[in-house]
Nanobody, 116 residues
Framework: QVQLVESGGGLVQAGGSLRLSCSASGIIFSIFAMGWYRQSPGKQRELVAAITSAGSTNYADSVKGRFTISRDNAKKTVYLQMNSLKPEDTALYYC??????????WGQGTQVTVSS
C-alpha cells in the first residue's frame, strides 16, 4: 500500500521560509520521480516542482529561484525548501508520485499560509 505523508506546513510572514517533507512508504522510492503540487481555493492544482529518480529537477516559473526540491532515497523522503515566500504561495501543498501511466498517489496535503 502506497502512502505519502506530508509535513512542515504552517503560517509564515512574507519573505520567510518553510521546508516541506514528504515521507513515502510502500514503494521502491528511489526509482520514481516525485512532485510537489499546490492548490488554493478556486484554482486548479498546479505543479510546483518535480524531481526525477536521477535527481533532475524542474520548477514552475512562479517559484524558480525561490524553491528547491530535493530527495533523500535512504530516508524515502522528498523535500521542498521554500524561501522568500509570498502571499500568493498560500495553498495546500501535496506530494505526488506517478506510480504508473494511469495511477497517481497523493498525500493528504499540508497547508502553507503566507501573511503579508
Amino acid at each position: 500500500q502506497v502512502q505519502l505523508v506530508e509535513s512542515g506546513g504552517g503560517l509564515v510572514q512574507a519573505g520567510g521560509s518553510l521546508r516541506l517533507s514528504c515521507s513515502a512508504s510502500g514503494i521502491i522510492f528511489s526509482i520514481f520521480a516525485m512532485g510537489w503540487y499546490r492548490q488554493s481555493p478556486g484554482k486548479q492544482r498546479e505543479l510546483v516542482a518535480a524531481i526525477t529518480s536521477a535527481g533532475s529537477t524542474n520548477y514552475a516559473d512562479s517559484v524558480k529561484g525561490r524553491f528547491t526540491i530535493s530527495r533523500d532515497n535512504a530516508k524515502k523522503t522528498v523535500y521542498l525548501q521554500m524561501n522568500s515566500l509570498k502571499p500568493e504561495d498560500t495553498a495546500l501543498y501535496y506530494c505526488n508520485v506517478r506510480y504508473t501511466s494511469v495511477t497517481d498517489y497523493w498525500g493528504q496535503g499540508t497547508q502553507v499560509t503566507v501573511s503579508s
